[in-house]
């Protein structure tokens, strides 16, 4: 058999062995996904006890569907401010989280009750946007014959679908010509978008 043959039919067996080994090494295993370096997960007290928020595991899991969208038309989906009014704070997933484990905060779906169940976050109760100047006794103030007394009003966080939507900031501003304190009203600009973006748990979903 001439030379050049041989070492041909020596590389395709050796090229054959590769395959064959790479096909029967296992899978690589997922690498861990915490929410911190020092935070696998938290456990969050909701209306039907509680429920331990972490992150999907799958490395290879992604947004698919509505959530995957990038360019909803606007009007009247249109990209809204950062602070949606004088003296709210604007926050992350980890300010989020740590407001959901405080006995002393209400996180609140400002989505209509059809978006709240088909998936949220857990531990935030749903007000919708069209109803919250009229709930705040839910939220700390006392109704008074002029309207609401919010001396009492406990730290407020609102979140909706996302940067996009405008039912959270609407809600916020509400709240504020009714009488809740701006200082306590938190905007979790990201809504449901950033937090499954993340992998984040949702209920109802």
Same mark, same amino acid.
């Given at each position: 058999?001439?030379?050049?043959?041989?070492?041909?039919?020596?590389?395709?067996?050796?090229?054959?062995?590769?395959?064959?080994?790479?096909?029967?090494?296992?899978?690589?295993?997922?690498?861990?996904v915490? #929410?911190?370096?020092?935070?696998?997960?938290?456990?969050?007290?909701?209306?039907?006890?509680?429920?331990?928020?972490?992150?999907?595991?799958?490395?290879d899991?992604?947004?698919?569907?509505?959530?995957a969208?990038?360019?909803?038309?606007?009007?009247?989906?249109?990209?809204?401010?950062?602070?949606?009014?004088?003296?709210?704070?604007? #926050?992350?997933?980890?300010?989020?989280?740590?407001?959901?484990?405080?006995?002393?905060?209400?996180?609140?779906?400002?989505?209509?009750?059809?978006?709240?169940?088909?998936?949220t976050?857990?531990?935030? #109760?749903?007000?919708?946007?069209?109803?919250?100047?009229?709930?705040?006794?839910?939220?700390?103030?006392?109704?008074?014959?002029?309207?609401?007394?919010?001396?009492?009003?406990?730290?407020?966080?609102?979140?909706?679908?996302?940067?996009w939507?405008?039912?959270?900031?609407t809600? #916020?501003?509400?709240?504020?010509?009714?009488?809740y304190?701006?200082?306590r009203?938190?905007?979790?600009?990201?809504?449901?978008?950033?937090?499954?973006?993340?992998?984040?748990?949702?209920?109802?979903d």
């Amino acid at each position: 058999m001439p030379a050049v043959q041989c070492m041909w039919s020596a590389d395709m067996r050796v090229t054959g062995f590769l395959a064959a080994l790479v096909l029967a090494l296992p899978a690589f295993a997922n690498e861990p996904v915490g #929410i911190r370096r020092d935070v696998v997960s938290v456990t969050v007290e909701t209306l039907n006890g509680p429920v331990n928020i972490g992150r999907i595991q799958d490395n290879d899991n992604q947004i698919t569907g509505d959530w995957a969208k990038t360019s909803r038309a606007c009007p009247p989906f249109c990209i809204q401010p950062m602070s949606p009014a004088e003296g709210v704070t604007t #926050i992350g997933e980890l300010e989020l989280l740590a407001m959901l484990q405080s006995p002393k905060a209400v996180v609140v779906d400002s989505r209509t009750p059809s978006w709240f169940e088909g998936g949220t976050i857990p531990g935030a #109760i749903n007000i919708p946007y069209t109803e919250a100047a009229d709930r705040l006794d839910a939220l700390g103030c006392e109704l008074d014959f002029d309207g609401y007394l919010c001396e009492n009003a406990v730290p407020v966080a609102l979140f909706c679908n996302g940067a996009w939507c405008g039912q959270s900031p609407t809600d #916020i501003r509400r709240m504020i010509e009714a009488g809740y304190p701006a200082d306590r009203i938190f905007y979790y600009r990201s809504g449901m978008q950033g937090w499954r973006l993340l992998g984040l748990t949702v209920t109802g979903d």
